[in-house]
């Protein structure tokens, strides 16, 4: 008896990643079996001449390694042996090409052939932006941002869509790309650009940081904000009172001769400083 297991179906990756595939065949029966193994490649790209990178552990006493194409597909067969009772394990490494373009996408079928019939599963990889987070000095965000985003327009590198400052993160900027390794590049000579953190994430990781926050949910009480509306607009004044219910806060005017609580909604003030920062 037969069975094979895939470990996802799925592949969201930046051009020039790898995705992991690994194929178990499991013999559960109490004699040798063979199995035949397939993989064919179904290619969606802007250029078709582009290679994929495909690396095969598992199939021969070497590591299978070759490239494909759109235009020059191969479809691969192995002979396999399983032993009773025992398992199987394929290794699969798929590297995308690195000059891919967002929207291209390949999928790989997979097949095992036994004497009980077929097993099939398709592994779709799709290339997507992928979000890098780079470190710079707290205080600096938009500056580094404004400065990446500046740099990637003078160099012409269309693989940097966009640069994020979230209000609400210290110490780091998000850059959404399509290439990560050049991010490192990228912040080489940008004063205040510490580094870029280990690893990638998908838009959706970062989703909390980019709602903005209300701006009640911003104050406390002690806090020195500014007005930004009305008869004391420019005004800078100390928090006193927070009502969220009704979206309002005290506050106290630090040029008035006598102190004077002031109710205004919160959207009408910025927050200048914490308190006791």
């Known amino acids: 008896m037969i069975d094979v297991s895939l470990n996802t179906e799925l592949f969201r990756i930046p051009a020039g990643r790898i995705a992991e595939i690994v194929i178990v065949i499991s013999n559960k029966g109490e004699k040798k079996e063979k199995v035949t193994f397939k993989v064919l490649s179904q290619l969606n790209m802007k250029d078709p001449s582009l290679e994929w990178s495909v690396n095969i552990i598992g199939v021969e006493k070497d590591e299978v390694k070759l490239l494909v194409t759109k235009e020059e597909n191969k479809e691969l067969e192995y002979e396999l042996q399983v032993q009773p009772n025992k398992r199987k394990e394929i290794y699969v490494n798929i590297t995308a090409p690195r000059a891919a373009e967002i929207g291209d996408y390949g999928i790989f079928k997979f097949e095992v052939i036994h004497s009980e019939g077929l097993w099939s599963k398709d592994v779709r990889i799709n290339i997507e932006a992928a979000i890098v987070a780079v470190k710079t000095t707290i205080g600096q965000e938009v500056k580094v941002a404004r400065d990446i985003g500046m740099k990637a327009k003078i160099h012409g590198w269309k693989e940097i869509f966009s640069v994020l400052a979230p209000y609400n993160l210290k110490g780091y900027v998000f850059v959404e790309t399509s290439r990560p390794d050049k991010v490192l590049s990228l912040i080489r000579g940008?004063?205040?650009?510490?580094?870029?953190?280990?690893?990638?994430?998908?838009?959706?990781?970062?989703?909390?940081?980019?709602?903005?926050?209300?701006?009640?949910?911003?104050?406390?009480?002690?806090?020195?904000?500014?007005?930004?509306?009305?008869?004391?607009?420019?005004?800078?004044?100390?928090?006193?009172?927070?009502?969220?219910?009704?979206?309002?806060?005290?506050v106290e005017l630090f040029e008035a001769m006598v102190p004077i609580p002031i109710t205004v909604k919160a959207e009408a003030v910025r927050l200048l400083e914490k308190e006791g920062e």
Do not use: C, N, W
């Open 190 to 250: 940008i004063k205040d650009a510490k580094g870029v953190v280990r690893g990638e994430m998908h838009l959706e990781e970062i989703k909390h940081y980019l709602t903005p926050t209300p701006t009640i949910h911003r104050i406390s009480v002690g806090d020195i904000v500014e007005l930004v509306e009305g008869p004391f607009k420019g005004e800078h004044a100390k928090v006193i009172q927070i009502d969220e219910a009704k979206d309002e806060i005290t």
